[in-house]
């Protein structure tokens, strides 16, 4: 795990297209997003941790403080190379900012997902971190795709 740098963008593209768990409009909106964050690292609203395996990148995770909240975070993104998922990775990305945010005065970290039927495995993922879905919006992306919305509180994490 290590911070972002310039030269990890196009591999990070590649496995956002990889995943085909994103449109071209939402890889369009990750890589906004990264780019702010090389562009400008002590910006405050976003984080990022990169997973690697010596020189390869693996995945990676963006999160951050949820302007006008008092310790609310967010998880704004997180992918994991197919060839490399089902190995844990992921699982350390979330710990990652679970840690982080809980260090900086976190009290919960939210994140959004979809109710279509692709996403079952990352639902089930997010279920198995210990996210519930407190939450939820029907047809907010589509009709007949909900946005969901789970939650871990910090006061009853068990682990990290
Ligand atoms: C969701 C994602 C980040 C998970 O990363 P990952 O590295 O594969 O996940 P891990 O290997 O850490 O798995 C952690 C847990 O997730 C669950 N999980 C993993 N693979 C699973 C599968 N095939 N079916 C059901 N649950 C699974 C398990 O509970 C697993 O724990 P276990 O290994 O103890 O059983 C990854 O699959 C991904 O990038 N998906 C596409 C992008 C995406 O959907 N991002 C989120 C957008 S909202």
Known sequence: ??????????????????????TEVEIACALE????????PLQQDYRVAVA??????????LYGPVPMTEGTYDIYWIAVDPDCQGQGIG??????AERQARAA???????ETSSQGHYQRTREFYRQAGYCEENRIRDFYR?????????????TMKDS
């Open 1 to 22: 795990m290590r911070e972002l740098r310039a030269t990890d963008l196009p591999a990070l593209i590649l496995i956002l297209h990889q995943c085909e768990a994103f």
């Open 33 to 40: 997003l990264l780019e702010i964050m090389i562009n400008d």
């Open 52 to 61: 690697n395996g010596g020189d390869e990148v693996q995945g990676y995770i």
């Open 91 to 96: 699982r350390q990305l979330m710990r990652h």
């Open 105 to 111: 005065g976190g009290r919960m970290i939210c994140l």
């Open 143 to 155: 009709p007949g795709d909900d946005r969901l919305t789970y939650v871990k509180r910090f006061t």
